[in-house]
């Protein structure tokens, strides 16, 4: 027996390290390629393994683990903060996502209870998935990003209701109203508990395990929690996940957050994994085969369908279209939380395999897309804005140069951000003529509230540029990191105003001398700057002058790029 379960964990770790080779080539998730391992080793593939017991004791593990981290992110302080993304945005793109699958599945003869469920599943998105790929790009603080993971935090909690309800189902008999009941008052009792008696316990716990400063008592402590909760949970009468969701919430208002989150992390991502796998073996491919168009037909519902649902969610929360474009299709594709209710319910029959296994397969082929439409949701958005712009930019462009028509020998501030409320803050106190260009309506917003002389409308479009009075300006200065529409920028600048400096702040060092070439007669690397600043205050503080300081800055700042002397500011 030992050798044979050796032989089968040979046979899962290669089949998932083949077939996560073949996906991150192609771009795909982590997860499509768990999935994909699964399905071709497993009982509708070459055979290799059944869903045995172990494998499913294991992938019960890694969604132990998996709800614990969402319990991690469930701040109840970030909730109230955030409550109109989550509560708001959040309750309308399930609820309405619920109803429609709901509806549509009915009229396909599924049972009521049945319908509910896979419009629960199809609700929601994967939150790995998303993280990863916002993070990838940089804009998990962005407006968009910022939606996306208000909506995300409003799924994990919604997914709650339907896994306490399929954990007292009645395989064969359906779900019972009063054990239903039962088990949702029963969680309310245990949310309870974790909020007010067991947050006081778990923290002093933590706090003395922390001061022991031994590691490993710490990451024993992590898995005691995670596993305990889980097996108290299923004791109360409750799923072993929902008592590790507790456990993480409790935790996630502690201080040692992060640290639990880098102990368990690798525990997660490994057992997830294999649930991935189990799921996959599950998954019957000939079904394509079988019923190829209701396979489709659950594709759209998953991709267009909930796209189109968050457009409307959008639009009575008043979001900009191209954001709302933007959300729509980063929360596109399928998530882990859906794989795991159709898994359970098809288990429990709650579904029929007819109904589950294409909405199995449906959501399986969404989460292997879902990176690669995240990254195309900027490119949507920008012919979503350019169709918008062409609207509203003669508004724009006239109240532009309303703003700038008694402006002469100015800045033209790009980008009012993070890095241009600084540099607006200097020229006010200058008394320097200067007028603002700030594209993303949150930051305008707040340099408005601020006081600063922004006008809304993006730099990068030349009628924009015209407006704000680049053929009378002295100076341009841009204040954002993004490398084509900079160059755009920088060309308008040399062919309507050649006399016109042009100031460039860039993230790092990388690509300047592409930046000089395309006009920019300073370029300004972040890392730089904070690196020399932080390096003449260490002077200042070992005894040098002033004088020499910059001096010895100075030199060191010729000697990081020679070539580009005078063109790297300090």
């Known amino acids: 027996?030992?050798?044979?379960?050796?032989?089968?964990?040979?046979?899962?770790?290669?089949?998932?390290?083949?077939?996560?080779?073949?996906?991150?080539?192609?771009?795909?998730?982590?997860?499509?390629?768990?999935?994909?391992?699964?399905?071709?080793?497993?009982?509708?593939?070459?055979?290799?393994?059944?869903?045995?017991?172990?494998?499913?004791?294991?992938?019960?593990?890694?969604?132990?683990?998996?709800?614990?981290?969402?319990?991690?992110?469930?701040?109840?302080?970030?909730?109230?903060?955030?409550?109109?993304?989550?509560?708001?945005?959040?309750?309308?793109?399930?609820?309405?996502?619920?109803?429609?699958?709901?509806?549509?599945?009915?009229?396909?003869?599924?049972?009521?209870s049945g319908a509910v469920l896979l419009g629960g599943a199809v609700a929601m998105s994967s939150t790995a998935i998303t993280l990863k790929q916002l993070v990838d790009q940089g804009e998990v603080s962005s407006q968009q990003g910022r939606l996306v993971l208000g909506i995300l935090l409003f799924q994990d909690l919604a997914v709650l209701p339907f896994l306490v309800v399929l954990g007292?189902?009645?395989?064969?008999?359906?779900?019972?109203?009063?054990?239903?009941?039962?088990?949702?008052?029963?969680?309310?009792?245990?949310?309870?508990?974790?909020?007010?008696?067991?947050?006081?316990?778990?923290?002093?716990?933590?706090?003395?395990?922390?001061?022991?400063?031994?590691?490993?008592?710490?990451?024993?402590?992590?898995?005691?929690?995670?596993?305990?909760?889980?097996?108290?949970?299923?004791?109360?009468?409750?799923?072993?996940p929902i008592g590790a969701f507790l456990a993480g919430m409790v935790v996630s208002e502690s201080d040692f957050r992060h640290q639990v989150e880098d102990d368990i992390r690798p525990f997660r991502d490994i057992l997830l994994g294999l649930f991935f796998v189990t799921v996959g073996m599950e998954v019957d491919p000939s079904t394509v085969a079988v019923a190829p168009m209701t396979v489709l037909a659950w594709i759209a519902v998953c991709l267009p369908g909930k796209a189109i649902v968050v457009i409307l969610v959008g639009a009575i929360m008043r979001w900009p279209a191209p954001v709302a474009v933007r959300v729509a299709l980063i929360l596109a594709h399928g998530g882990e939380a859906g794989l795991l209710l159709l898994t359970q319910a098809v288990r429990v029959n709650a579904l029929e395999a007819g109904v589950g296994q294409p909405a199995l397969l449906a959501l399986a082929v969404t989460m292997a897309l879902g990176p690669m439409l995240i990254q195309a949701s900027y490119r949507f958005a920008e012919l979503v804005r350019g169709a918008s712009h062409r609207l509203k930019a003669h508004a724009e462009e006239a109240a532009i140069r309303q703003e700038s028509r008694d402006l002469s020998d100015h800045v033209i501030l790009c980008g009012c951000g993070r890095v241009g409320r600084p540099v607006a803050l200097v020229l006010e106190a200058a008394k320097?003529?200067?007028?603002?260009?700030?594209?993303?309506?949150?930051?305008?917003?707040?340099?408005?509230?601020?006081?600063?002389?922004?006008?809304?409308?993006?730099?990068?479009?030349?009628?924009?540029?015209?407006?704000?009075?680049?053929?009378?300006?002295?100076?341009?200065?841009?204040?954002?990191?993004?490398?084509?529409?900079?160059?755009?920028?920088?060309?308008?600048?040399?062919?309507?105003?050649?006399?016109?400096?042009?100031?460039?702040?860039?993230?790092?060092?990388?690509?300047?001398?592409?930046?000089?070439?395309?006009?920019?007669?300073?370029?300004?690397?972040?890392?730089?700057?904070?690196?020399?600043?932080?390096?003449?205050?260490?002077?200042?503080?070992?005894?040098?002058?002033q004088d020499d300081a910059a001096r010895i800055i100075t030199a060191v700042r010729a000697e990081l790029h020679p070539e580009l002397r005078g063109h790297v500011g300090r």
């Open 432 to 545: 320097a003529p200067y007028i603002a260009i700030e594209s993303d309506l949150m930051r305008f917003r707040r340099a408005k509230q601020s006081g600063h002389k922004v006008v809304f409308g993006d730099a990068g479009r030349k009628r924009v540029m015209e407006a704000a009075g680049v053929a009378r300006a002295r100076l341009v200065v841009v204040t954002f990191d993004r490398r084509h529409l900079i160059e755009r920028i920088l060309h308008y600048v040399r062919q309507q105003n050649p006399a016109a400096s042009s100031v460039v702040s860039a993230a790092d060092d990388e690509g300047i001398s592409s930046l000089a070439l395309a006009g920019a007669s300073t370029v300004f690397p972040e890392n730089i700057a904070a690196g020399l600043a932080l390096a003449d205050q260490v002077l200042l503080v070992c005894g040098f002058s």
């Open 168 to 240: 007292g189902w009645q395989p064969g008999g359906g779900p019972e109203p009063l054990g239903a009941l039962r088990q949702l008052a029963t969680a309310t009792i245990a949310l309870g508990a974790a909020a007010f008696v067991c947050k006081p316990v778990f923290r002093t716990w933590l706090t003395w395990v922390a001061r022991t400063s031994s590691a490993d008592l710490f990451l024993l402590t992590v898995l005691l929690l995670a596993l305990g909760t889980a097996f108290v949970g299923h004791v109360a009468g409750l799923s072993g």
């Open 1 to 112: 027996m030992a050798d044979d379960l050796l032989i089968k964990t040979l046979i899962v770790i290669l089949a998932s390290v083949c077939a996560i080779s073949l996906v991150a080539r192609l771009r795909f998730a982590a997860a499509g390629g768990y999935l994909l391992a699964g399905l071709v080793i497993g009982p509708h593939g070459l055979q290799l393994i059944t869903a045995s017991d172990e494998a499913r004791f294991l992938a019960e593990l890694g969604i132990i683990f998996l709800m614990f981290m969402v319990g991690l992110e469930f701040s109840l302080s970030a909730m109230i903060a955030a409550r109109r993304d989550v509560f708001g945005a959040g309750s309308l793109q399930v609820g309405f996502t619920v109803f429609i699958v709901t509806g549509i599945a009915t009229l396909s003869g599924v049972s009521l």
